[in-house]
């Protein structure tokens, strides 16, 4: 499956971002989708994931109660909605799949570690700043 993220950009603190990360080649059944972000001079950390049956999500501490991660599978889309920005979310995001299949806790689980995932959009960079 190839991904393309989109929806990055300016925001002022406070304000908020909708990223979508749209799938081609093939749709996202079967597929955990993870964000990731990558800050100038740091780590990329995983910020938040999504189960490929949608029941499970995850998020770093550092996002909880301020972002959102859900999918539409119709439209082969996963997004990440930021709300609360703070100058610290300042980063290249990327999003990431991962084949689970949905067969059992197959379907419920999404992952931390960036080597799970086997397939990567480009990034879209976000800005916040006043």
């Known amino acids: 499956v190839q991904l393309q993220a989109s929806g990055g950009g300016l925001v002022q603190p406070g304000g908020s971002l909708r990223l979508s990360c749209a799938a081609s080649?093939?749709?996202?059944?079967?597929?955990?989708v993870g964000w990731f972000r990558q800050a100038p001079a740091k780590a990329r950390e995983r910020v938040s994931c999504l189960s490929a049956n949608g029941g499970t999500t995850d998020h770093t501490d550092s996002v909880k109660g301020r972002f959102t991660i859900f999918r539409d599978n119709a439209k082969r889309t996963v997004y990440l909605q930021m709300s609360g920005l703070k100058p610290e979310d300042t980063a290249v995001y990327y999003c990431a799949a991962a084949k689970t299949g949905t067969i059992s806790w197959r379907g419920s689980v999404c992952f931390r570690d960036s080597s799970r995932y086997s397939s990567w959009g480009q990034g879209t960079q976000v800005t916040v700043s006043s």
């Open positions: 080649g093939s749709d996202l059944d079967g597929y955990a």
